[in-house]
């Protein structure tokens, strides 16, 4: 059966409604003929995303095989200007469109690389180096889409702004990850507040390192705030959705008092729904 380029955005679409409601709500604030390669992204990220997440008798070297393959079609694809994959016929066509830089979907495939086999991170810096290619390079990708007035000023603000998502995520799913054998909060902020992950208790030292990180992933956000204003109307208020309900779930956390063990923080969908109207409509609360 043909894949058509419809059909291939339409499966992105789905992908990122399903699996990222936050991003998705988020790009119901930009003009429509953009999402589609918001979405394009977003499929591509997740189709990577499940190779390395995959459970069962998916070992790490069938895992990697199927990465390697991954970006071999990608790139081939890229090349010929055209893909008969289901996801990468949308992403192919993005990539194009907006002259995105190939090299950021090589960095995301080597951090998808790294979780096949790197289990934790020792430094802060050590973590950031991951997140280069895993959370600040989306940011980077989305600027050709997002148009800002200068895109080397906006740069590090979208990289900031990736970090800070990622970041959220960690902090959220630290049970998860340890399911899955990853320690993603840097072990030298674990000795020095004496925490144990694997004991998955919310202990005070448990509390105190989760204010730090926090502390630490809101100055993130902070950094990330000046790009917005670099963006056209639309397009920064998609992003400050994006801003506002990822920084949600930082106050989620908060208020279930820090115990990610017990319950996942989570903004609810009429929540969502509800903060993407708003700053839709531009009426933002301050």
């Known amino acids: 059966m043909t894949v058509t380029l419809e059909v291939s955005y339409a499966e992105c679409k789905r992908l990122n409604r399903r699996y990222g409601t936050t991003y998705y709500w988020s790009t119901m604030v930009l003009p429509s003929v953009k999402r589609p390669h918001v979405h394009a992204l977003y499929g591509f990220c997740r189709h990577a995303d499940d190779i390395v997440d995959a ?8 895992r990697g095989a199927a990465l390697a393959d991954l970006r071999d079609r990608f790139f081939n694809d890229l090349e010929r200007g055209r893909s008969d994959d289901l996801v990468l016929k949308a992403v192919v066509h993005t990539v194009r469109a907006f002259d995105i830089d190939p090299e950021g979907f090589s960095r995301f495939l ?6 096949l086999t790197v289990e934790r991170y020792e430094t802060w810096e050590d973590l950031r180096g991951y997140m280069d290619g895993s959370a600040a390079v989306i940011g980077e990708m989305m600027l050709p889409i997002l148009e800002p007035a200068d895109l080397s000023a906006a740069t590090g603000p979208a990289r900031a702004l990736g970090e800070a998502f990622q970041l959220t995520n960690f902090l959220r799913d630290v049970d998860e990850d340890l399911d899955r054998g990853r320690q993603y909060l840097p072990q030298e902020d674990l000795r020095r507040y004496c925490v144990d992950l694997a004991a998955r208790r919310c202990t005070p030292s448990f509390i105190e390192l989760m204010r730090f990180e926090i502390a630490r992933c809101r100055e993130l956000y902070r950094c990330a705030e000046v790009g917005i204003a670099l963006l056209p109307d639309r397009s920064a208020r998609c992003i400050r959705a994006a801003h506002d309900l990822y920084g949600r779930i930082l106050d989620r956390i908060e208020a279930q008092g ?16 509800a903060v993407a109207a708003r700053h839709l409509t531009g009426r933002v609360r301050a």
């Open 258 to 273: 820090y115990d990610v063990f017990a319950a996942r923080a989570r903004v609810s969908t009429p929540r969502k729904l």
């Open 55 to 62: 459970t069962g008798d998916v070992g790490v070297e069938r």
């Open 110 to 115: 080597h951090s998808m690389e790294m979780d």
